[in-house]
């Protein structure tokens, strides 16, 4: 199929999924200042007022006056200075960010900065540039971009109102969603009922953590949740028979079951039970810089280049629905 009908068919698609999906704009507020005017001269009164002050008056000494806190140089600022731009990745987050068998990040998020890192670049027409990649944590990703030590976070965080309030997001960059995975031979989950009584294993500090213990709650099922470091311990401890169940988000469930080793071992149930929009966190405040990557993200999704680099990962399975929904609402132009 031409190019022009694969993207008129994703728009009849978005039209047809209107009632399933928002996707919110990432809109910052911006602040506003307000100067000063300074008196006008030739008030009424102004003549009567003393030149001077009496001379048996005391002046007080002048207050310090401190100098204001030095100001953080932009994003782009710095990598103008260092010549280097750093991607912050996960260890062990694939499809979407992992350390490869070559030593070197890899996923379809981390792509998508690499052609960041490209943008930056070319926007700042830098001879060279290098490239860093800095190996973050679930727990302290949020911090690595506030106190600087990243400048994006390219692995697969999911986009919600109380992260806004620490760090800026750029436009959603996939659309997931947690299911539940069993051993091989048990009933696959429908519901969340049917973890009643059950261990129930999930990656501790992350939203899919919060969603489900909320989610429980609210049902009022009570069941056992184990924390894990990591979706290949918690996999294992599910193979081995030390959790009833393991709950995560289905797309990286999906590649792990298929490639490492799981496979007839576990089953993943077909059932979403959240959607989660994930997006690149960027320094908060970075006006220029998110700019920059939104139009880097908006340009690729409005071309077949967004779907090149999503084989690279997923290979020749396409994309589904709701992802070319989101590629074609979040194509912003120019």
């Given at each position: 199929?031409?190019?022009?009908?694969?993207?008129?068919?994703?728009?009849?698609?978005?039209?047809?999924?209107?009632?399933?999906?928002?996707?919110?704009?990432?809109?910052?507020?911006?602040?506003?200042?307000?100067?000063?005017?300074?008196?006008?001269?030739?008030?009424?009164?102004?003549?009567?007022?003393?030149?001077?002050?009496?001379?048996?008056?005391?002046?007080?000494?002048?207050?310090?006056?401190?100098?204001?806190?030095?100001?953080?140089?932009?994003?782009?600022?710095?990598?103008?200075?260092?010549?280097?731009?750093?991607?912050?990745?996960?260890?062990?987050?694939?499809?979407?960010?992992?350390?490869?068998?070559?030593?070197?990040?890899?996923g379809?998020?981390?792509?998508?900065?690499?052609?960041?890192?490209?943008?930056?670049?070319?926007?700042?027409?830098?001879?060279?540039?290098?490239?860093?990649?800095?190996?973050?944590?679930?727990?302290?990703?949020?911090?690595?971009?506030?106190?600087?030590?990243?400048?994006?976070?390219?692995?697969?965080?999911?986009?919600?109102?109380?992260?806004?309030?620490?760090?800026?997001?750029?436009?959603?960059t996939?659309?997931?969603?947690?299911?539940?995975?069993?051993?091989?031979?048990?009933?696959?989950?429908?519901?969340?009922e049917?973890?009643?009584?059950?261990?129930?294993?999930?990656?501790?500090?992350?939203?899919?953590?919060e969603?489900?213990?909320?989610?429980?709650?609210q049902?009022?099922v009570?069941?056992?949740?184990?924390?894990v470091?990591?979706?290949?311990?918690?996999?294992?401890?599910?193979?081995?028979?030390?959790?009833?169940?393991?709950?995560?988000?289905?797309?990286?469930?999906?590649?792990?079951?298929?490639?490492?080793?799981?496979?007839?071992?576990?089953?993943?149930?077909?059932?979403?039970?959240?959607?989660?929009?994930?997006?690149?966190?960027?320094?908060?405040?970075?006006?220029?810089?998110?700019?920059l990557?939104d139009?880097?993200?908006?340009?690729?999704?409005?071309?077949?280049?967004?779907?090149?680099?999503?084989?690279?990962?997923?290979?020749?399975?396409?994309?589904?629905?709701?992802?070319?929904?989101?590629?074609?609402?979040?194509?912003?132009?120019?």
């Amino acid at each position: 199929m031409a190019a022009s009908g694969r993207r008129g068919a994703a728009r009849a698609q978005v039209l047809a999924l209107g009632s399933m999906l928002l996707l919110a704009g990432l809109a910052v507020p911006m602040g506003s200042v307000r100067a000063q005017t300074p008196a006008p001269a030739g008030v009424p009164g102004a003549a009567q007022m003393p030149s001077q002050l009496p001379s048996q008056i005391p002046l007080a000494p002048a207050a310090p006056v401190e100098a204001p806190p030095p100001v953080a140089l932009s994003t782009l600022d710095r990598v103008t200075q260092n010549k280097t731009f750093r991607i912050g990745y996960r260890h062990f987050a694939p499809p979407y960010s992992y350390e490869a068998t070559n030593g070197k990040p890899a996923g379809y998020i981390v792509d998508l900065c690499r052609e960041v890192a490209g943008a930056v670049k070319r926007a700042l027409k830098l001879d060279t540039m290098k490239v860093d990649y800095v190996e973050i944590t679930a727990e302290n990703r949020f911090d690595a971009v506030r106190q600087g030590r990243i400048d994006i976070l390219c692995e697969p965080t999911s986009l919600t109102m109380s992260r806004r309030a620490l760090v800026d997001f750029s436009l959603p960059t996939f659309l997931d969603g947690a299911s539940v995975v069993t051993r091989d031979g048990k009933a696959p989950v429908k519901g969340l009922e049917q973890l009643s009584g059950k261990k129930v294993g999930v990656l501790k500090g992350t939203t899919t953590e919060e969603t489900l213990r909320t989610t429980l709650e609210q049902m009022h099922v009570k069941a056992d949740i184990a924390t894990v470091d990591d979706h290949p311990q918690g996999l294992a401890l599910l193979a081995d028979g030390k959790l009833d169940a393991y709950f995560g988000d289905r797309g990286i469930l999906h590649y792990l079951i298929r490639n490492t080793g799981f496979d007839g071992k576990l089953n993943l149930s077909d059932q979403y039970f959240t959607f989660e929009t994930y997006a690149l966190a960027l320094p908060r405040g970075d006006q220029s810089f998110r700019l920059l990557v939104d139009s880097t993200l908006a340009d690729l999704y409005r071309t077949d280049r967004i779907r090149e680099i999503y084989a690279r990962t997923f290979g020749t399975f396409p994309p589904d629905q709701f992802l070319n929904a989101l590629f074609v609402i979040n194509g912003v132009p120019r």
